[in-house]
T-cell receptor
Framework: NAGVTQTPKFRILKIGQSMTLQCTQD?????MYWYRQDPGMGLKLIYY???????DKGEVPNGYNVSRSTTEDFPLRLELAAPSQTSVYFC??????????????FGQGTRLTVV | QKEVEQNSGPLSVPEGAIASLNCTYS??????FFWYRQYSGKSPELIMF????GDKEDGRFTAQLNKASQYVSLLIRDSQPSDSATYLC?????????????FGRGTQLTVWP
């Protein structure tokens, strides 16, 4: 059981380039999330999905796009990379909220630098 | 915008002491509360969750929740150097934003031998 797998682990982009961060989970979780974490800061939600075909914006969606065509995969697309998108990106999944919500399981992160 | 605030830290305690980490949240409708531990360069991992007012104990960790005061805390007893990490408080609500987790900035804890 691999859990949540993110690729790549590290990437350097030039300003204006585009890329896709891949995320896949094998726990059959309905909920998936993309967070970014800047130094000394907590996690900020970029986008989330409550199931295949359903996505919604989080706190900081500008400059990003997502899709959710399957339960397993939730890729994050960066268009026209900017230095402000230099950050560590975490993908996470959770089985659903139930009555009180459930915890999220995180991937190992992608460290992205835009130069 | 839902706010989750943590004591800014960094917090430094000697080995064997009790470390106390605090978190307040802005949304009274919040239902569930999580403490994640994050080692430097690693991803967050869940260590405790709590839904009901009062205390919840798991080994050396105790989570305390007071919904009236909108306050949740984490106590680490008999702190060990291996507890040195950043601790993130997260809040999950059941409103229109089902499934969303809001995180605080984290408190960096150092346990010195």
């Amino acid at each position: 059981n691999a859990g949540v797998t993110q690729t790549p682990k590290f990437r350097i982009l030039k300003i204006g380039q585009s890329m896709t961060l891949q995320c896949t989970q094998d726990m059959n979780h309905n909920y998936m999330y993309w967070y970014r974490q800047d130094p000394g800061m907590g996690l900020k939600l970029i986008y989330y999905s409550v199931g295949a075909g359903i996505t919604d914006k989080g706190e900081v969606p500008n400059g990003y796009n997502v899709s959710r065509s399957t339960t397993e995969d939730f890729p994050l697309r960066l268009e026209l990379a900017a230095p402000s998108q230099t950050s560590v990106y975490f993908c996470a999944s959770s089985p659903g909220t139930g009555d009180f919500g459930t915890e999220a399981f995180f991937g190992q992160g992608t460290r992205l630098t835009v130069v | 915008q839902k706010e989750v605030e943590q004591n800014s830290g960094p917090l430094s305690v000697p080995e064997g002491a009790i470390a106390s980490l605090n978190c307040t949240y802005s949304d009274r409708g919040s239902q569930s509360f999580f403490w994640y531990r994050q080692y430097s360069g690693k991803s967050p991992e869940l260590i405790m969750f709590i839904y009901s007012n009062g205390d919840k104990e798991d080994g050396r960790f105790t989570a305390q929740l007071n919904k009236a005061s909108q306050y949740v805390s984490l106590l680490i007893r008999d702190s060990q150097p291996s507890d040195s990490a950043t601790y993130l408080c997260a809040v999950n609500d059941r409103g229109s934003t089902l499934g969303r987790l809001y995180f605080g900035r984290g408190t960096q804890l150092t346990v010195w031998p």
